[in-house]
């Protein structure tokens, strides 16, 4: 079946620092994959998606391409903000089939 | 207002009452969906509706009672719940089939005591 696999966590970052989420995937064909933040005491949101190979999403600074190779979809920011805290997760979507989430990722940043 | 809405956002009951969660999307989608989200664990898809049709159930227990009377509402009516059950429980929409990012709302942070 479809499973998702987001590194271990929490992560903790001082402001201004580059930031990686790793993301690998297990699907057969070409699923779409996303990344939702949830910020504290709030829903998730979509940061960004992509829905074929070699596809980048990008928002906020965010960045995540979708690598078929490697099965990845890594989630990159060049200088990540206090307002960046919270927690991440990674999902793919398979044609009809149900949202399959990683287990998320805290990032914390300093000041 | 736009979006996905939930209400009420915290709500503490006892084993014995009965309560209900609602979930409204404004969203003009036709899937609707009922997630938990419990401390340390993955977020687990509950139920799934399409044009207010139940096309999933993941194996939820039966004090866990969806209704969905049109594709713009959602509720999740709760009775003899347990404190296992204390979580925050997120209604999402979509289009139905495949592609079709899904939209959440902020969640119900519920405490059975």
């Known amino acids: 079946g479809n499973s998702v696999t987001q590194m271990e966590g929490p992560v903790t970052l001082s402001e201004e620092a580059f930031l990686t989420i790793n993301c690998t995937y297990t699907a057969t064909g070409y699923p779409s994959l996303f990344w939702y933040v949830q910020y504290p005491g709030e829903g998730l949101q979509l940061l960004l998606k992509?829905?074929?190979?070699?596809d980048k999403g990008s928002n906020k600074g965010f960045e995540a391409t979708y690598r078929k190779e490697t099965t990845s979809f890594h989630l990159e920011k060049g200088s990540v903000q206090v307002s960046d805290s919270a927690v991440y997760f990674c999902?793919?979507?398979?044609?009809?089939?149900?949202?399959?989430f990683g287990k998320g990722i805290t990032l914390s940043v300093r000041p | 207002e736009t979006g996905v809405t939930q209400t009420p956002r915290h709500l503490v009951m006892g084993m014995t009452n009965k309560k209900s969660l609602k979930c409204e999307q404004h969203l003009g989608h036709n899937a609707m969906y009922w997630y938990k989200q419990s401390a340390k664990k993955p977020l687990e898809l509950m139920f799934v509706y399409n044009f207010k049709e139940q096309t999933e159930n993941n194996s939820v227990p039966s004090r866990f009672s969806p209704e969905c009377p049109n594709s713009s509402h959602l509720f999740l009516h709760l009775h003899t719940l347990q404190p296992e059950d204390s979580a925050l429980y997120l209604c999402?929409?979509?289009?139905?089939?495949?592609?079709?990012?899904?939209?959440f709302g902020p969640g119900t942070r519920l405490l059975v005591l």
């Open positions: 999902a793919l979507r398979k044609g009809n089939s149900k949202l399959t």
């Open positions: 992509a829905t074929k190979a070699d």
């Open positions: 999402a929409s979509s289009q139905p089939g495949g592609g079709g990012t899904q939209y």
